[in-house]
């Protein structure tokens, strides 16, 4: 039987109706709806209001963006139109600043730009409508990838925890994190997962537990505060996350509440697997201090899911939406080409080259 999850296309193009078709995950579990963004600020605020989300879904999003925005341009000449798509990639590349696929994505389109000079407009077009599919195409590949990979570290029946949404709808298909289990449900491993609500804007909650629950697998929901009761109660035989930008010493940044997650797997000596393609791996960006966390709208901790506000009004908040996870905590970083393990100064690059 297919799963009915995985093939769900959270971020696709309707290239006939100029349209970016998105699924809205603001709206899950409740309704699963789709939007269709023709405008490019809209495209802008979908990324911005996490309707889609997910660092590789991101970039797919952004590169079918910056396709349709260079669509639209009436430029006739091939300089003029370079003009018209750098506006847009400037301006998508404004959304988010920590998933690091939303800016490679965008320079993968800007060098596929580059590579068509000469060209006329709409063989420039052409190309990256291309490469835009390019790269949703080759995603589903890649998280199948981490998937199988990440498989090979775990045991049939053991009990996995998750934070945030690193799943099918995070992705083009699979996710990062949750590839493992539902390659593993495939073979009959009988996972049993347990599922962080994922606090302030509920993903483990909303999408993760839905995602997996859709799919059949056995998933129990938990607050972010229990993710240490379930560890001590020998629930937990290994963590698996996903990922927004990884530092090439292995630092590894992810959504809020993932790096005190790994301090409580180190703690119960769990391992803590962190699962990202390369193109979250940024070798530019020596350590976590270098990674831009995102800091949002107050409203999310203090009002956004409640009937009433939960806090006092005009309470000072802090709402960063990343937190960085010491190389240290990291059992191993699963990518597309194979495990990465200590000292990941040395093991990213060569994930690269295999
Ligand atoms: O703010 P979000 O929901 O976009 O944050 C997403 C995460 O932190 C995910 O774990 C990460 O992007 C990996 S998705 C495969």
């Known amino acids: 039987m297919q799963n009915p999850v995985t093939v769900i296309q959270s971020v696709r193009l309707d290239d006939e109706n100029d349209t970016l078709v998105v699924l809205n ?3 899950l579990p409740n309704e699963t709806n789709f939007l269709e963004l023709r405008e490019l600020e809209d495209i802008w605020d979908a990324i911005y209001q996490l309707k889609v989300r997910g660092a590789p879904a991101i970039g797919i999003a952004a590169a079918y963006g910056a396709y349709l925005g260079a669509k639209k341009s009436i430029a006739e000449t091939y300089e003029a139109l370079f003009e018209d798509f750098k506006k847009v990639k400037d301006y998508l590349a404004t959304s988010r600043p920590t998933a690091v696929n939303l800016f490679w994505a965008l320079n993968r389109m800007e060098n596929r730009f580059k590579q068509e000079a000469g060209k006329s407009v709409a ?12 790269i949703r195409a080759e995603d589903e590949k890649i998280c199948e990838a981490i998937g199988e990979h990440a498989l090979s570290l775990l045991e049939p029946g053991w009990g996995l925890l998750t934070h945030c949404n690193a799943g099918t709808i995070a992705t083009a298909k699979y996710g ?8 593993g449900q495939e073979k009959g491993y009988n996972f049993k997962v347990y599922a962080d609500e994922t606090r302030p804007l509920l993903q483990g909650a909303r999408l993760t537990a839905w995602e997996l629950q859709q799919a059949g697998v056995d998933v129990t929901l938990i607050c972010d505060n229990m993710a240490s009761i379930v560890m001590k109660e020998g629930k937990i035989q290994a963590v698996l996350v996903g990922c927004d930008r990884v530092a090439a010493n292995g630092d590894s940044a992810n959504k809020i509440g993932t ?3 790994a301090i409580l797997a180190k703690h119960y000596n769990i391992p803590f697997y962190v699962c990202a393609p390369l193109s979250t791996i940024d070798l530019e960006c020596k350590t976590g201090d270098d990674i831009q966390i995102e800091l949002r709208p107050s409203e999310e901790i203090t009002s956004k899911w409640y009937e009433k506000p939960m806090a006092p009004e005009a309470v000072q908040t802090y709402n960063p939406a990343f937190d960085v996870t010491d190389h240290s905590l990291i059992t191993g970083i699963v990518t597309e080409n194979g495990i990465a393990y200590a000292p990941y100064t040395e093991s990213l690059p060569k994930m690269f080259k295999s």
């Open 25 to 27: 995950q603001t709206v």
């Open 259 to 261: 790096s005190g997650v």
């Open 123 to 134: 063989e420039v077009k052409a190309a990256l409508k291309e490469e835009s599919e390019a």
């Open 176 to 183: 990062t994190a949750l590839a493992p289990i539902y390659l």
